[in-house]
């Protein structure tokens, strides 16, 4: 009787031992309560907190979470309405706070993202909350984190996951965006007609100064050689006048042959001219070539006196009766 007695109360003691006996796993923690007081937090690991008088109150993730917002009608600024959703990321920080500060944590963070989001939302216009959506987070993140410090929660991160405009204004943005970009692809033509038209120009413009250039210079170049051809001409004259003078009127023959022989070279030079007739005979042009002949020879210094080659002696034809 005895021995029942003890390992009834061996099996008691063991019992109760194990009832005693808390473990938390890695990543939790639990509030341990004392009649229904808080008194303590059990950390991860072995704990032992005497039966009946001790119990654990709550057990509180104190890992990263994340907590999907569902989609929300919201109307912006310019009245148009949008549907949206999001994705919160938060931690909780103090264990007491979040099992004792509030009464359904999870409930509460969505509630809270949800009213925020309208309220930043509806303050911008439709263009601003469909570029702007880094802005839209980032005060988000202040104000929700601002809310939620007291309850022992670290917001981490606030993400908008999509926006979407109804389809009527969706259709609209798509006309007017093609506006835009038709308008900008007619400026671009425009403005290459007017780079092309200003460089034909430019090239024009480069071209008939290029080409007055040539001609000034070879207007130039012309002068030039008529200026040296008349100083030629000049001194030629000079020359010729100066030997008349001294007596030799050789000389004369220069200018007459010169004349002369230009003559027969248009003579000869003419398109239109088959057959050439010299209205001066031959013994004229020999006459002429002998004073140029002699001209040259005076101005070689040769002392010889120089007379022209006679003209031959045509013999005289007899006629019929002589």
Do not use: C, H
Request: hydrophobic fraction near 45%; glycine fraction near 6%.
């Amino acid at each position: 009787m005895e021995i029942s007695l003890l390992l009834l109360v061996l099996i008691v003691v063991i019992i109760y031992l194990f009832a005693s006996i808390k473990i938390v796993r890695q990543g939790y923690e639990y509030t341990v309560e004392y009649f229904g007081r808080f008194t303590s937090i059990a950390r991860p690991g072995f704990n032992f907190y005497p039966a009946f008088l001790y119990r654990v109150g709550r057990k509180v993730n104190m890992m990263e979470q994340v907590l999907d917002i569902p989609g929300q009608e919201i109307i912006t600024k310019d009245n148009a309405m949008i549907s949206t959703d999001g994705v919160v990321f938060f931690q909780v920080l103090d264990a007491a706070k979040a099992a004792y500060e509030v009464s359904d944590l999870y409930n509460a963070i969505l509630n809270l993202v949800t009213t925020n989001l309208r309220t930043v939302m509806g303050s911008m216009d439709l263009d601003e909350t469909l570029s702007k959506r880094d802005e839209i987070n980032a005060r988000l993140l202040v104000v929700i984190d601002d809310a939620t410090t007291p309850w022992g929660v670290k917001i981490t991160r606030i993400e908008i996951k999509d926006i979407r405009p109804p389809q009527d204004i969706v259709n609209a943005m798509a006309r007017q965006m093609k506006a835009e970009r038709e308008k900008r692809a007619n400026i671009l033509d425009a403005e290459g007609a007017r780079a092309s038209e200003i460089l034909r120009s430019e090239g024009e413009k480069q071209g008939q100064i290029l080409q007055a250039e040539g001609r000034r210079e070879a207007a130039f170049r012309d002068a030039e050689a008529r200026e040296r051809e008349a100083e030629a001409e000049a001194k030629a004259t000079k020359l010729v006048s100066e030997a008349i003078a001294s007596g030799n009127a050789q000389a004369i023959n220069y200018f007459i042959a010169q004349d002369y022989v230009k003559a027969v070279e248009k003579f000869a030079t003419s398109p239109n001219a088959k057959t050439i007739l010299f209205p001066v005979e031959a013994t004229q042009l020999i006459g002429t070539l002998g004073g140029i002949g002699a001209l040259a020879k005076e101005a070689l210094g040769d002392s010889e006196t120089f007379s022209p080659p006679s003209p031959p002696v045509t013999p005289k034809r007899k006629g019929p009766f002589e």
